[in-house]
């Protein structure tokens, strides 16, 4: 019988195109659950396709502190994300949350009813 050889899955192998990348960090966005570590490692992921020396170079960090904030171990700073963000060509899009639960902030009163 013919012996099964696995390999690890690596996602970075996969991630060839910006729209990848892009549909990537989305799905990861939405997977995350607040967890800032969680996003760090995608963007890590997505990092070690388009080249992690060339990231680095573009964001203007160090290798070696590129690959620490973005190993998943850690929870780098916001401006890291930003610059890793710049360098990758990819953006964050805010979105309102459309959720019965988030109540809407009351609108102010109207001078008419006021007061004084």
Do not use: N, W
């Not at 953006?91 to 309102?96: S, V």
């Not at 609108?107 to 009813?113: E, G, L, R, V, Y």
């Amino acid at each position: 019988m013919k012996k099964t050889v696995t390999s690890r899955y690596d996602v970075a192998e996969h991630l060839r195109t910006p729209e990848e990348m892009a549909a990537y960090l989305e799905a990861c966005l939405e997977e995350a659950s607040g967890d800032a570590a969680f996003i760090a490692k995608a963007l890590g992921d997505i990092a070690r396709a388009k080249g992690m020396s060339q990231v680095a170079r573009d964001a203007g960090l160090s290798r070696e502190s590129l690959y620490k904030a973005l190993s998943g171990d850690r929870t780098p700073g916001f401006d890291t994300i930003l610059k890793v963000l710049a360098a990758l060509g990819l953006k964050l899009h805010a979105e309102a949350v459309h959720d019965p639960s988030h109540s809407q902030p009351s609108a102010p009163p109207d001078a008419a009813t006021r007061r004084g």
